[in-house]
């Protein structure tokens, strides 16, 4: 571990850090904008240039340069002072002052360096290279060359990270722009992560453009529900909606990045949710079938840990005889960050019926169930649905199963809900609420399934989220002695459950194969 001096200050440093991360480990900032330590250097931007005591006289770009021992760094000389606000000046040549319409704008490097490090008039009194604006690169991303800094981070990132040359820099000087190849957009599946890095307006995610300030936004840790890769996220949100989804660090999960679809699957979150339902005719249709024959319970592995051992314990109190796992149906995978499992509980829900002793049929053996209640509806055949004599449906979204269920009770999305999902190599993750405020008369799945057992004479249904993880723990030798508050944010991965085969690309935890 080479020991440098930032300042004056020394720092235990990797001896694989540059001079950036080296001074980061001390909480000095070195401003940057082409450099990002998941990609290649560029060193374009020259914004990170510094003095150090083995190249005297001149500058060096801290994004190239490596630590060894004994080195000496000046980050805050007049040199680099000068050399900051020149590069802010030459950055700012061309670029428009649209920051009151830029959706950029709260969360640009560019904004924040000149307030840092510049902060002065313009000195330029000529007209503005004008360059090409609202480009649709592909489905996702739109591009505004005027407001490009030409960092190349898109680039490489295309290049490197989605291996997916999409993107390249055309023209030359001062005219220089990003641009897609001639007839092929950016349709990579990771295009939105090039949004993500670009560190000013330049790129823009087509589906948050124009929705709202990231000043008005409360961002809370949560888990993609679009896969059952489990890739840890913010979810950005105001009163009861979301407005986006973005990446959150998870080495052994997602990195920094997610895929484009993982980002979209907010919206069933704000569209064509059911907002109230009718418990005491849920509970009329219920009470006289207690213990009968033909009871069936459908849990979706869209389901959280809490809301499938609330399933099962209703189910076990109603005497249910069958059990069923619905879910989306499978789709595309890929050797990085989409799993083929369209469902981010799969491994969760199959626990927890070993757990409570349950066989886990699929929904189309529905045939000679009499009664069925449904934990959330996905994937249930709805011609099997309809000779049912009883169908409770607890459900997020309008379907054609709800709207032939006889009694619906609206349930909470993931991001709106605390709870605990298991991936699909057996990582067991939690999540906060991130959405504020409540919508209608939602509530989560296990809180519904505690009503109904309250309803029907029961006094043993969870009381809180942390309590229906509890009546798994307590029955699950893979979470013996684990509890809900106790799930470390970046999560645990279980024992037993790792699978021998990985996607060649897939992160992964230390020391699986």
Known sequence: MPKVFVDGAEVEADARDNLIEAARRIGVAIPYFCYHPRLSIAGQCRMCLVETSDAPGRL??????????????????????????????????????????????????????????????????????????????????????????????????????????????????????ISTFPGQPLDSNYSGNTVDICPVGALLNRDFRFQSRVWFVDKAPTICTGCSNGCNVYAECRGDRVYRLLPRRNEEVNQVWMCDEGRLTYHSTNEKRIESGDLQKAVELLKPIAGQPGIGIAVSAQCTNEEAA??????????????????????????????????????????????????????????????LIAFRTEGLPVELLKPLEIFVAIAQNEDAATAIAQAV????????????????????????AAVPAKRGEVAPGWTWAARVLDALGFTNGPRTAAAAFDILAQRSKQLAGVTLAGIPEEGRVLEGEMPTHWPERAPRPAGAR
């Not at 609206?410 to 298991?422: F, T």
């Open 60 to 177: 060096v770009p801290g994004c190239q340069v490596r630590v060894k021992e004994g080195l000496k760094i000046v980050t805050n000389s007049p040199a680099v002072k000068d050399n900051q606000r020149g590069c802010m000046e030459f950055h700012l040549i061309n670029h428009p002052v649209d920051c009151a319409i830029c959706d950029q704008s709260g969360e640009c490097k560019l904004q924040d360096y000149y307030m840092e490090y510049d902060h002065q008039p313009s000195r330029i009194r000529t007209y503005k290279l004008n360059k090409p604006k609202r480009e649709v690169f592909g489905p996702m991303v739109v591009y505004d060359a005027e407001r490009c800094i030409m960092c190349t981070r898109c680039v490489r990132f295309m290049d490197e990270v989605a291996r997916e040359p999409q993107l390249a820099v055309v023209q030359r000087g001062s005219h220089s722009l």
């Open 310 to 371: 609330a399933a099962f314990l209703l189910g076990q109190q109603l005497k249910a005889e069958r059990y069923f796992l619905g879910g989306n149906p499978p789709g595309d995978q890929d050797d990085f960050l989409v799993r083929g499992d369209k469902n981010p509980n799969t491994r969760g829900v199959q626990l927890a019926a070993h757990a409570f002793g349950v066989k886990l049929e699929e929904p189309s053996a529905l045939a000679g169930v009499k009664a």
């Open 409 to 432: 009770l609206p349930c909470e999305s993931v991001y709106e809900q605390e709870c605990s999902l298991i991936n699909w190599y057996g990582r067991l993750q939690r999540t906060w």
